[in-house]
């Protein structure tokens, strides 16, 4: 019988058949189509905790349609436990180190395909880097969001935690009742139950094809997550049987199918750097921040989900989910990509229904705005590019002009917000927490949730080279490129200057003269960090600007013969 694996194949294949034979593979088994399940499962991050049962079920449907399953995992970090301290900093590089395991292990074993399993923020995009990268006939699938909080008739996200300090800070909650709070915030496993980052990738790879139609809003413990899993299984093989590989699905027109999505939808900012690093990585060169203002301008936000309303990721999912908004999309999409199925985006979008209520995603000719929900800003604040999620700002900050108050770091921010030192209608202006000022590029998380807490996300904006969370509810803007590290405009602003955003006509500007800001820029020096050996130094040496997703530039290195 001929193996199908390569590396299986005759003499020269029994010492690696005789090292699978070890842990119990027959000849049968080797001589199928070897599938790798990368399995990032761990109890450390809810949003992974139900993936070895996931994973048990692709492996069934591996299995099932003549494949052999081979597990390995990969790391997780959770966003919630890491920020607030150095973990944060680390959040954003694991990144690149998921994609860099993956293509390790995958090219070392050179297996026929493989199946990615993960949840949160950073590892979804990482996966599907990799998936990119190598090349091989790949499919991806997530491990469902959670069921919101109830608490006093409505639902929350886990982020009311964060909100009920500002609560309780105000007096208007006791020890007690903020205690029953953390208690009922995470009610089960699964990403968190809003249009985070996590979600939105998740969102993001059925909308470039790479996960089954409607698979990423499938809850966590529903049974249908589970159904989902065999038949990622089986979907897998019919992709090796057919020679489809990554490359063929991710194009630089799925790419664009992405970003319709994340318009649609008003995903999370983040969203933006890990689509121009998987566009890198598939071999189609840089994604210009451009493109994404050019579809924002152009494209309709017709869905909206918490944080941005009432609505979570479950309401979501029975409203339609990502089918439904991509059929509502269908004049702005590439429709004759190929997906996962083996079948076309048109072909997969011929069944499916359209929404009984229209609370949560509406029609392209009646949507919740007429531009996407993500927005791209320039000026000279930021002459690479800035993020904001305009479905998330309220309508009377679209437009803001205020007075800057600096801090160095999250900390300081966060207990200026606290003690009543902020005032409304300021500009925080939160710096040096860029990809190489951070480094890392971590979430200011905090400072927007105290915000929040303190009422002040109506009146106050929040400027960043850092990056937020896809919970951010306010005007918050992120990404500011070049960052301050660089020596930019971002680095020369003093508290009191005043800050303008205009978000309809996608400006962001500091209002000082440039003859006062040479002045500055002649007496600015670099400001240091303490930084441990290890990773993040290499990350701060060799990563790239959040205008250009701010991936690690290994592939831009000449290595001399």
Same mark, same amino acid.
């Given at each position: 019988?001929?193996?199908y694996n390569v590396l299986l194949r005759g003499d020269e294949g029994a010492l690696k058949r005789a090292l699978y034979k070890s842990m119990g593979f027959t000849?049968?088994?080797?001589?199928?189509?070897?599938?790798?399940?990368?399995?990032?499962?761990?109890?450390?991050?809810?949003?992974?905790?139900?993936?070895?049962?996931?994973?048990?079920?692709?492996?069934?449907?591996?299995?099932?349609?003549?494949?052999?399953?081979?597990?390995?995992?990969?790391?997780?970090?959770?966003?919630?436990?890491?920020?607030?301290?150095?973990?944060?900093?680390?959040?954003?590089?694991?990144?690149?180190?998921?994609?860099?395991?993956?293509?390790?292990?995958?090219?070392?074993?050179?297996?026929?395909?493989?199946?990615?399993?993960?949840?949160?923020?950073?590892?979804?995009?990482?996966?599907?880097?990799?998936?990119?990268?190598?090349?091989?006939?790949?499919?991806?699938?997530?491990?469902?969001?959670?069921?919101?909080?109830?608490?006093?008739?409505?639902?929350?996200?886990?982020?009311?935690?964060?909100?009920?300090?500002?609560?309780?800070?105000?007096?208007?909650?006791?020890?007690?009742?903020?205690?029953?709070?953390?208690?009922?915030?995470?009610?089960?496993?699964?990403?968190?139950?809003?249009?985070?980052?996590?979600?939105?990738?998740?969102?993001?790879?059925?909308?470039?094809?790479? $996960?089954?139609?409607?698979?990423?809003?499938?809850?966590?413990?529903?049974? @249908?997550?589970?159904?989902?899993?065999?038949?990622?299984?089986?979907?897998?093989?019919?992709?090796?049987?057919?020679?489809?590989?990554?490359?063929?699905?991710?194009?630089?027109?799925?790419?664009?199918?992405?970003?319709?999505?994340?318009? !649609?939808?008003?995903?999370?900012?983040?969203?933006?750097?890990?689509?121009?690093?998987?566009?890198?990585?598939?071999?189609?060169?840089?994604?210009?921040? $451009?493109?994404?203002?050019?579809?924002?301008?152009?494209?309709?936000?017709?869905?909206?989900?918490?944080?941005?309303?009432?609505?979570?990721?479950?309401?979501?999912?029975?409203?339609?989910?990502?089918?439904?908004?991509?059929?509502?999309?269908?004049?702005?999409?590439?429709?004759?990509?190929?997906?996962?199925?083996?079948?076309?985006?048109?072909?997969?979008?011929?069944?499916?229904?359209?929404?009984?209520?229209?609370?949560?995603?509406?029609?392209?000719?009646?949507?919740?705005?007429?531009?996407?929900?993500?927005?791209?800003?320039?000026g000279n604040l930021s002459p690479l590019g800035a993020v904001v999620k305009p479905a998330a700002v309220p309508a009377d900050l679209m437009r803001f002009r !205020?007075?800057?108050?600096? #801090?160095?770091?999250?900390?300081?921010?966060?207990?200026?917000?606290?003690?009543?030192?902020?005032?409304?209608?300021?500009?925080?202006?939160?710096?040096?927490?860029?990809? @190489?000022?951070?480094?890392?590029?971590?979430?200011?998380?905090?400072?927007?949730?105290?915000?929040?807490?303190?009422?002040?996300? $109506?009146?106050?904006?929040?400027?960043?080279?850092?990056? #937020? $969370?896809?919970?951010?509810?306010?005007?918050?803007?992120?990404?500011?490129?070049?960052?301050?590290?660089?020596?930019?405009?971002?680095?020369?602003?003093?508290?009191?200057?005043?800050?303008?955003?205009?978000?309809?006509?996608?400006?962001?500007?500091?209002?000082?003269?440039?003859?006062?800001?040479?002045?500055?820029?002649?007496?600015?020096?670099?400001?240091?960090?303490?930084?441990?050996?290890?990773?993040?130094?290499?990350?701060?040496?060799?990563?790239?600007?959040?205008?250009?997703?701010?991936?690690?530039?290994?592939?831009?290195?000449?290595?001399?013969?």
């Amino acid at each position: 019988m001929e193996n199908y694996n390569v590396l299986l194949r005759g003499d020269e294949g029994a010492l690696k058949r005789a090292l699978y034979k070890s842990m119990g593979f027959t000849d049968e088994a080797l001589s199928r189509p070897l599938i790798a399940v990368v399995n990032s499962y761990t109890n450390a991050t809810p949003g992974h905790a139900n993936l070895n049962q996931l994973a048990d079920q692709v492996t069934r449907g591996i299995e099932a349609a003549g494949g052999t399953a081979m597990t390995f995992s990969t790391i997780a970090p959770c966003d919630g436990i890491a920020e607030g301290h150095m973990g944060m900093r680390y959040i954003l590089p694991s990144r690149d180190v998921i994609t860099a395991s993956v293509e390790c292990m995958v090219r070392a074993h050179r297996f026929d395909g493989m199946v990615l399993l993960g949840s949160c923020d950073k590892i979804v995009p990482g996966m599907l880097m990799a998936a990119a990268r190598l090349d091989i006939p790949a499919i991806f699938l997530n491990g469902g969001p959670m069921y919101p909080a109830r608490y006093r008739g409505r639902d929350y996200d886990g982020n009311i935690v964060t909100e009920s300090i500002g609560w309780k800070q105000r007096g208007e909650i006791d020890a007690e009742e903020f205690r029953r709070i953390e208690n009922l915030a995470e009610p089960c496993v699964g990403s968190c139950a809003m249009l985070g980052t996590a979600n939105t990738m998740g969102m993001v790879a059925e909308a470039l094809g790479m $996960s089954l139609p409607g698979c990423a809003a499938i809850p966590a413990v529903d049974a @249908k997550r589970m159904q989902a899993g065999y038949e990622t299984g089986r979907a897998v093989m019919e992709l090796v049987r057919k020679g489809i590989h990554a490359r063929k699905i991710i194009t630089r027109e799925s790419v664009e199918n992405a970003i319709a999505l994340i318009m !649609g939808t008003g995903g999370s900012t983040n969203a933006i750097m890990h689509l121009q690093a998987i566009h890198r990585e598939a071999g189609l060169g840089d994604l210009p921040l $451009s493109r994404f203002d050019e579809m924002s301008r152009n494209v309709p936000q017709v869905a909206s989900v918490y944080p941005a309303s009432p609505y979570d990721m479950v309401d979501f999912y029975h409203a339609g989910g990502v089918p439904a908004v991509l059929a509502e999309l269908k004049e702005h999409l590439h429709l004759d990509c190929v997906t996962c199925t083996c079948r076309t985006l048109a072909e997969n979008l011929q069944s499916v229904r359209t929404p009984d209520t229209r609370e949560v995603i509406r029609t392209a000719r009646e949507p919740f705005s007429e531009t996407g929900g993500v927005a791209v800003l320039t000026g000279n604040l930021s002459p690479l590019g800035a993020v904001v999620k305009p479905a998330a700002v309220p309508a009377d900050l679209m437009r803001f002009r !205020g007075k800057a108050q600096i #801090f160095q770091d999250e900390q300081e921010s966060v207990q200026a917000i606290w003690s009543g030192r902020v005032q409304p209608g300021t500009c925080i202006v939160l710096r040096y927490e860029g990809p @190489k000022g951070g480094p890392g590029m971590p979430e200011m998380y905090r400072p927007m949730k105290a915000l929040e807490g303190m009422n002040l996300s $109506s009146s106050c904006a929040l400027i960043t080279d850092g990056r #937020f $969370s896809g919970s951010n509810r306010g005007l918050f803007v992120g990404h500011i490129s070049p960052e301050a590290y660089e020596g930019s405009a971002l680095a020369l602003v003093e508290d009191g200057d005043e800050i303008e955003i205009d978000i309809p006509n996608r400006r962001i500007e500091l209002r000082v003269p440039e003859e006062t800001l040479r002045g500055r820029k002649a007496r600015w020096t670099r400001p240091r960090k303490e930084i441990p050996d290890g990773y993040l130094k290499v990350y701060q040496a060799i990563s790239k600007s959040a205008a250009e997703g701010a991936v690690v530039g290994a592939n831009d290195v000449d290595v001399e013969e």
